[in-house]
């Protein structure tokens, strides 16, 4: 198994334990948003130059989202 293929499955079981936790969508935010300020925190440890880089991956994030809500799909 591949490393993309693991990190696949762990978040797939991440995905099922937050709804194992709390069915309600709405509530997920809140990890959602700490799982954002984790990542944020590891790309400052890597390099502080990649504050910019991760603007940008928010930036991304967000057009994907303007996308589904347009669409219906990923």
């Known amino acids: ?5 693991e990190l696949r499955d762990n978040l797939k ?3 099922k334990e937050l709804y194992a936790y ?5 509530s997920w935010s ?3 948003t700490f799982l954002l300020k984790e990542l ?3 790309s400052m440890d890597v390099n502080p130059m990649h504050q ?3 603007e940008d991956l928010l930036s ?3 057009d994907l ?3 589904r809500r347009r669409t219906g799909g990923w």
Do not use: C, G, K, Q
């Not at 198994?1 to 293929?5: A, F, G, I, K, Q």
């Open 65 to 67: 989202i303007r996308e």
């Open 22 to 26: 709390d069915r309600n969508p709405i």
């Open 40 to 42: 944020e925190n590891l």
């Open 1 to 5: 198994m591949s490393r993309e293929d």
């Open 13 to 15: 079981l991440t995905a």
């Open 52 to 54: 910019d880089i991760y």
């Open 60 to 62: 991304m994030v967000e």
């Open 30 to 32: 809140s990890w959602i």
